[in-house]
């Protein structure tokens, strides 16, 4: 029987002692002593949270499927067990092996947002890894982050000894060989890092030298080797079709927040929307086959015993293939008890038509995402939606039988004014009078619109990194215009109006646009307690606060300020394929409310091209 | 037509709670291809119910649970489907047909029997005189303690709920079902207890009153408890007569599919 890390007294004392004992539906369980590298990805959250995700199953599928390579995985163990671990002095160990993370040759973390640093250095603090990549040694496993907060590793690089920027699927093969080639040579860990940097998407910080302006701003970012590139190119999997995918997902014991098969129709968008990191720094869109997507699934479906599917990508009804696919799925699984789930759809007859045969109608809702209430704000953002497609769309569906509706927007956007604050309520009110035109015995009694906003944050690599946050406390001034405006509307019963918190929305701006600087802070913060920030009850706004004034380190420089254009950008040393010309022109253009098309209307010459592969190549 | 399972929860997948098996099992049925029968309505369920619930830490080799379906197998194939798609610590071990009119397992279990022993570094080292000590404590008439209710604490004499246990050394580790077990004998109480609705006894109970009598505590999580079978009774109220519920089913021979039921 399986010998467990931690004893049966832990595992009853603690919440859901599932999430530590691996074995999962599908768990590979690879021979630890017997492989020549051993991988341990990391989640930093909890395990729940950590098993939907999709990028790690792919990247556990990928290195298990090879001879050498033994890839176990590691969450952030639950406040109970850290202080149990912390107490005890019991290192953290991977799942499946049980074995200590610090006997493993690597240690992924997959960094998905922001607020998950603090977890990053309780990984490696319960790990018994150095905090800090310059006080590692020869005995410690090389520590690699990856994922979308990659692509402004700057905040995190004093933990990190190397980033893989872009999609994982490419150059891990390469990796591994170079460090298996390294260790029979007895190459020592800071010239294996220096080759490393060499390999296409992958960036060693510690080859790089900062300097600073008085003003604070950045002066240089150069290598100080002679061997390390000045630059670093993403990598992304050009043929999506022809490419590794788990056709064995695990499946946890407890209930994850992802309880489903999740197939990944597409990786990129081409809608441009200005806010957006996600659509610029996948581009270019690459459609995975209706062939493999059918195959795949029935597979997925067959080895889980799941009985949800969802379609992942970030604009689903731009698929050129959807409805071979929903077809495919409802024909060959809709009657056998399952739940196909369809997010990120616009809302138009041929989808309202589909969500009619997957979807109960009466429990489920329409969701728009206009982001802005007023056509003119909705310009400058280059969210292609307008007023007439959401009423339309709205009043197609009231008349087939729906009748809750989710709205989503973003305050705090560029050249936001309270008009478009309060068109957010109007738009709400129109929508909720379409309804009521139905007559009183068609209808299936009140309809329920809930409006939801979140404050906006720039991002790295889109239109809107130049442009400043507000003061915390002034966003929720702009959520009360709203409120208020909601109020006063004549079918306010039929509204709810939710907004997000400000202060995450702060430190989440600082970190995403964060420098080097920015680390001391969030190890001090770390050291006072703070983890699990992405959790509302748990994230402690003071306790960050006294810590960047600790350390010296002003906020608001990060968040109120409009960049200059010709400001040097921690992140600037990437290259996405999308230029920082494009970005310049499309903030200009966002400025003068002017939109760009989308990809299939007509390029816009954003630099993606050059990755020689699907959208900008299609016919 | 009616189905009932039995199977074996055991090894690190003690830390699972009931309601994760539940849900393991709607997916292992749809993975094996059991043609189960769902409910109707909106929001369609598999027509799957289990037996009493164990508590998280136990291991088993009694568990039940009852299903409907449309056709299946013979019970050594279906045996086979669905012990391909399990994990490491759970085993199917029966699967038989029950009469339409079978009651729920359930609501048919009328007595669990368990063992419990000691977790490494918790056995007493006085074995023999635990041993006299536990046979004196069944000697007693009647046995007081309280029990929680739903609604308040009550005084029950649980004696007459104990209807068999003995205490001795034994060798446990060639039961590959059971965990925490050593190459030596172990000390280990064997107790068959009645379980149900109306009247439910477990183990843990009778441990504590045995300490209460003999004056040992025992540290938390010193004892691990296995349960190795559930029974109904068919005899009468005057002469009980105890049988697994699995007998009250008839193994399948060969393929059998539902025409009209």
Known sequence: ?619 | MKIRMKFVKTGTLRFISHLDVMRYFQKANRRAGIDICYSGGFNPHQILSFAAPLGLGLTSEGEYADLEVHSTLSSKDTIAALNAVMTEGMEVTGWVKVPKECKPAMAQTAASDYLVYFREGYEPEDSEAFIREFQEFLKQESVVMEKQTKKSVAQVDIRPMILQAEAEMRQLDDNKNLCHTTDRPQLCLYMLLTTGSSSNLKPELVMDAFAGFSGRTFAPYALQIHRLESYADIGTEEQPKLVPLLALGEEIEQAYSDTKE
């Open chain 1, 1 to 619: 029987m399986r010998k467990l890390a931690l004893s049966d007294e832990i595992l009853l004392t603690i919440e859901k002692p599932a999430r530590y004992i691996g074995n999962e539906v599908n768990a590979v369980n690879k021979d630890f002593d017997a492989a020549e590298v051993t991988f341990a990805m990391c989640f930093p959250d909890v395990y729940e949270i950590g098993m939907s995700h999709l990028g790690m199953q792919i990247l556990y599928d990928m290195f298990n499927q090879w001879e050498d390579t033994c890839c176990d995985r590691v969450y952030s163990p639950w406040v109970d067990l850290d202080a149990v671990m912390r107490k005890e002095q019991i290192p953290l160990f991977g799942v499946e092996s049980q074995r200590p993370i610090k006997e493993f040759d690597f240690l992924g973390i997959t960094l998905q947002y922001e607020m998950c640093y603090t977890n990053v250095l309780q990984v490696l603090d319960l790990s018994q890894i150095p905090l800090l990549a310059k006080d590692r040694t020869e005995e410690h496993p090389i520590v690699i982050g990856g994922g979308p907060c990659a692509y402004n590793p700057e905040p995190i690089a004093d933990f990190f000894d190397l980033f893989y920027l872009g999609e994982g699927e490419t150059q891990y093969r390469a990796l591994l060989d170079l460090y298996k080639g390294c260790k029979k040579n007895g190459t020592s860990r800071e010239e294996f890092l220096a080759k490393a940097a060499a390999l296409p998407g992958i960036y060693a910080p510690q080859f790089y030298d900062v300097t600073y302006h008085e003003d604070g701003t950045i002066a240089s970012f150069t290598p100080n080797r002679p061997d390390i590139p000045a630059r670093v190119t993403k990598e992304i999997v050009k043929d999506v079709t022809n490419t590794c995918y788990p056709k064995k997902p695990l499946v946890p014991y407890i209930k994850a927040t992802q309880d489903r098969v999740v197939l990944e129709i597409q990786r990129g968008c081409i809608r441009g929307c200005r806010f957006c990191q996600a659509g610029m720094i996948y581009r270019p869109v690459r459609e995975r086959s209706l062939e493999f997507l059918q195959e795949t699934a029935s597979e997925m479906i067959k080895n889980t015993g799941h009985e949800e599917i969802s379609l992942s990508s970030l604009s689903s009804s731009d698929y050129s293939q959807l409805e071979g696919l929903v077809n495919y799925l409802i024909e060959n699984f809709g009657k056998k008890g399952m739940n196909i789930s369809l997010p990120s759809l616009r809302i138009d007859a041929f989808s309202l038509d589909v969500m009619s045969k997957v979807q109960d109608i009466r429990k489920s809702s329409l969701t728009f995402a206009p982001e802005a209430g007023s056509q003119r704000l909705r310009d400058v953002i280059n969210k292609n939606l307008t007023e007439e497609v959401i009423i339309n769309g709205a009043g197609m569906a009231f008349d087939a039988g729906w009748n809750r509706v989710k709205l989503y927007f973003m305050l705090g956007l560029p050249t936001e004014t309270d008009e478009d604050r309060k068109e957010i309520a109007y738009l709400a009110e129109k929508i909720a009078r379409r309804y009521y035109e139905i007559p009183k015995d068609k209808r299936n009694g009140k309809v329920q619109i809930v409006i939801s906003t979140s404050f906006f944050i720039p991002k790295p690599f889109t239109p809107f990194q130049w442009a400043p946050m507000l003061p915390t406390k002034r966003y929720l001034d702009l959520a009360r215009v709203v409120n208020t405006t909601v109020k006063e509307q004549l079918n306010k019963k039929s509204m709810t109006y939710n907004w997000h918190e400000a202060e995450t929305t702060t430190l989440e701006g600082v970190f995403a646009r964060g420098d080097r600087k920015v680390a001391r802070v969030i190890l001090k913060a770390y050291e006072k307690g703070c983890i699990y920030d992405a959790w509302g009850d748990k994230m402690n706004f003071q306790t960050w606060v006294d810590s960047f004034h600790e350390c010296g380190v002003d906020m608001d420089f990060y968040t109120l300020r409009e960049r200059s254009l010709d400001e040097i950008l921690p992140w600037d040393f990437i290259d996405v394929g999308v230029t920082r010309k494009f970005l310049e022109k499309e903030w200009e253009r966002a400025l003068a409310g002017e939109t760009t098309p989308n990809c299939r209307q007509r390029c816009s010459g954003c630099g993606a091209m050059k990755f020689g592969g699907g959208v900008c190549f299609e016919d």
